[in-house]
């Protein structure tokens, strides 16, 4: 099967402890749990687009170390076609989450090998972009790496995705310029709002602006299309000139209803299912591909972990007939 999405990202070993409540500076408290498992931002995002059943392949750096090779070995297992650069002189990249009882969680991460991902590693791939409908990026890599992935993207016409999370204290206003869809959530919404639009909106208030003021907040922050996603709230999708299909400019998508266990990975799995959403032929509708993304993400929540709680997609088909 011919690749359809391109995610150059990050993988990153989770370590997750189950903890009542988040503990207070210089406490110690009793965990109820602990389990280890796949994660980082770019491999969560390709796990749940390959899960829709689309052809996808994964870039990324690891460590030549075990936890390297368990990635490499998860990722075939996965279906996903891994292309690693191996480096010798980082360790593979780590994660240390807290989940509370109400689902909510806290993550301490070392990025390690995903900081050292070369440009010119990328570039030896450009064949693979030539082939591909869909790049989607993140920012657990140098900057400069994402920066090449992004300019590849551009090169094939490929529709590129950034995911601008974590920001980056270095992201500058020409990436942006690189973008056709931008993810934040809300919090990474606010802080690119004051970067960059010197426009100072709290986390908590994101979701209830009026639907005018998030979208010429998004018309400032990026030519192309800017999917605002809101927990609870759904998402918020703005678009510039190109609506992909959509009759309007700016409307919301309601969030599914479910029961929140673990919400580690919830953001990634959008992003994934919404970069197969936009490398499908199903529909010509970016509406749809959002309202899938937004199932997939909520389903995700269910589970414990995060690539392993991405759903399939026949999974999501027998949820929401």
Same mark, same amino acid.
């Given at each position: 099967?011919?690749?359809?999405?391109? /995610? +150059?990202? $990050?993988?990153? =070993?989770?370590?997750?402890? =189950?903890?009542?409540?988040?503990?207070?500076?210089?406490?110690?408290?009793?965990?109820?749990?602990?389990?280890?498992?796949?994660?980082?931002?770019?491999?969560?995002?390709?796990?749940?687009?390959?899960?829709?059943?689309?052809?996808? /392949? %994964?870039?990324?750096?690891?460590?030549?170390?075990?936890?390297?090779?368990?990635?490499?070995?998860?990722?075939?297992?996965?279906?996903?076609?891994?292309?690693?650069? +191996?480096?010798?002189?980082?360790?593979?990249?780590?994660?240390?989450?807290?989940?509370?009882?109400?689902?909510?969680? =806290?993550?301490?991460?070392?990025?390690?090998?995903?900081?050292?991902?070369?440009?010119? %590693?990328?570039?030896?791939?450009?064949?693979?972009?030539?082939?591909?409908?869909?790049?989607?990026?993140?920012?657990?890599?140098?900057?400069?790496?994402? &920066?090449?992935?992004? !300019?590849?993207?551009? !090169?094939?016409?490929?529709?590129?995705?950034?995911?601008?999370?974590? +920001?980056?204290?270095?992201?500058?206003?020409?990436?942006?310029?690189?973008?056709?869809?931008?993810?934040?959530?809300?919090?990474? *919404?606010? =802080?690119?709002?004051?970067?960059?639009?010197?426009?100072?909106?709290?986390?908590?208030?994101?979701?209830?602006?009026?639907?005018?003021?998030?979208?010429?907040?998004? &018309?400032?922050?990026?030519?192309?299309?800017?999917?605002?996603?809101?927990?609870?709230?759904?998402? %918020?999708? $703005?678009?510039?000139?190109?609506? &992909?299909?959509?009759?309007?400019?700016?409307?919301? +998508?309601?969030?599914?209803?479910?029961?929140?266990?673990?919400?580690?990975?919830?953001?990634?799995? *959008?992003?994934?299912?919404?970069?197969?959403?936009?490398?499908?032929?199903?529909?010509?509708?970016?509406?749809?591909?959002?309202?899938?993304?937004?199932?997939?993400?909520?389903?995700?929540? !269910?589970?414990?972990?995060?690539?392993?709680?991405?759903?399939?997609?026949?999974?999501?088909?027998?949820?929401?007939?």
């Amino acid at each position: 099967m011919a690749t359809q999405v391109i /995610v +150059v990202g $990050s993988y990153n =070993q989770d370590h997750v402890w =189950q903890v009542d409540r988040f503990p207070q500076p210089g406490e110690t408290r009793r965990g109820s749990g602990f389990r280890t498992g796949p994660g980082g931002k770019g491999f969560n995002q390709a796990v749940a687009c390959a899960r829709q059943d689309v052809a996808t /392949v %994964f870039i990324g750096a690891r460590g030549k170390d075990a936890l390297g090779e368990g990635a490499a070995a998860l990722a075939e297992r996965e279906g996903l076609m891994g292309c690693w650069q +191996v480096r010798e002189d980082v360790p593979t990249g780590t994660a240390a989450i807290l989940v509370e009882a109400s689902g909510q969680n =806290q993550i301490i991460v070392d990025l390690a090998a995903n900081e050292r991902l070369d440009p010119d %590693f990328l570039r030896a791939q450009s064949t693979r972009f030539a082939d591909a409908r869909v790049l989607l990026v993140q920012l657990e890599n140098n900057l400069d790496a994402t &920066r090449a992935a992004l !300019e590849l993207g551009g !090169e094939h016409n490929l529709t590129c995705v950034l995911n601008p999370a974590p +920001v980056h204290p270095d992201l500058d206003a020409g990436l942006l310029g690189l973008v056709d869809v931008l993810t934040p959530n809300e919090s990474e *919404f606010a =802080q690119l709002c004051a970067r960059f639009l010197d426009a100072e909106v709290a986390t908590d208030d994101v979701a209830s602006l009026d639907d005018e003021r998030l979208h010429a907040l998004c &018309r400032r922050l990026c030519n192309g299309s800017v999917v605002v996603t809101l927990g609870r709230h759904g998402s %918020f999708v $703005s678009h510039g000139a190109a609506r &992909r299909g959509d009759e309007a400019d700016c409307y919301r +998508v309601a969030a599914e209803t479910v029961t929140p266990v673990d919400t580690t990975g919830a953001g990634d799995a *959008f992003c994934g299912a919404l970069a197969a959403g936009l490398a499908s032929t199903d529909s010509a509708r970016f509406a749809d591909a959002v309202r899938q993304a937004g199932r997939v993400a909520a389903m995700s929540t !269910e589970r414990a972990g995060a690539a392993v709680a991405m759903p399939r997609r026949d999974e999501v088909a027998a949820r929401f007939r």
